[in-house]
């Protein structure tokens, strides 16, 4: 009768894991650029006081309240429009104007210490902060996904999150011996210094989109293919899935042809004349220059 065979006796070490293929350098370049602008757009030493100095140079409750509504409104006001005119211009323009901005609202407190320069600080610091903060979330979620790593997005903006987090607590701590030091001056003089070097990092973010010529990429939820390939526009290759999303022609590209219809992605140009019968509706959204 055979026997069993003895099992070989286990292992004094855990079994090694596959080592993890290590980060691309863009994508750490990305997040380092992203933690340096997130640090630096929250180090401001004037966010614990700027309040005491309003009341300071003369202002009362009800103006200061009006100031905060003034900031609130127009960082509002600015927040819609804004994706706009990122996807129009560039995100990383919006993302160094931003601080810009901000750094002039606050050298307007520190030169011009009245209530009408307060307010218009204020409105500076709503545009910029409602310029910046929708641009910069989709930059970094398209970089990461040119680079094949959108999986990190989420622990990429947590973690720059809590840089800004980090950086508002050592403003706070360095803000009273600053302010004993040097006063208003050079609190606000350190406050416009990191506004504008967080601008000069938002410049070198990295934005690999193409410029506004034919070949914008937008997302269709209900494409409809065209009956007969058609040239989509001056410049595009014949296509025999055209489809008309808006005032625009689209070829599905490579990607497109071999996934979901409903999440593809699609190169546009501007359109031939095309009559209406011809023309399917669809929905679409621009998500940023290919």
Known sequence: MLGTPPCPPP????????????????????????????????FVLLYPLYALLFA?????TAEISSLFAVWSLTAL????PSGVWADVVSRRLMTAVGPLLTAAGFALWVLFPSYGAYAAGFALWGIGGGLRSGALEALVHDELERLGAASRYARVMGRAAAVS????ALATAAAAPAFARGGEPLVGAASVAACLLCAAVGAALPDHRGPAAPGRIVRSATPSAARTPR???????????????????????????????????YRCWPPPPVPRRRRSPCWCWWSGWG
Do not use: I, K, N
């Not at 691309?24 to 929250?42: H, I, K, N, Q």
């Not at 989509?232 to 625009?248: F, I, T």
């Open 11 to 42: 292992s004094s070490s855990p079994p090694s894991s596959p080592p993890s293929s290590p980060l691309p350098t863009g994508v750490r370049r990305l997040e380092r650029t992203l933690y340096l602008y997130a640090g630096l757009e929250d």
């Open 56 to 60: 300071e140079h003369g202002l009362g």
């Open 77 to 80: 006001l600015v927040e819609v």
């Open 165 to 168: 987090m980090a950086a508002t």
């Open 231 to 265: 040239r989509c526009g001056r410049g595009s290759p014949r296509c025999a899935e055209a489809v008309v999303c808006g005032a625009r022609c689209c070829c599905p590209s490579s990607s497109a042809r071999s996934g979901a219809r409903s999440t593809s992605t």
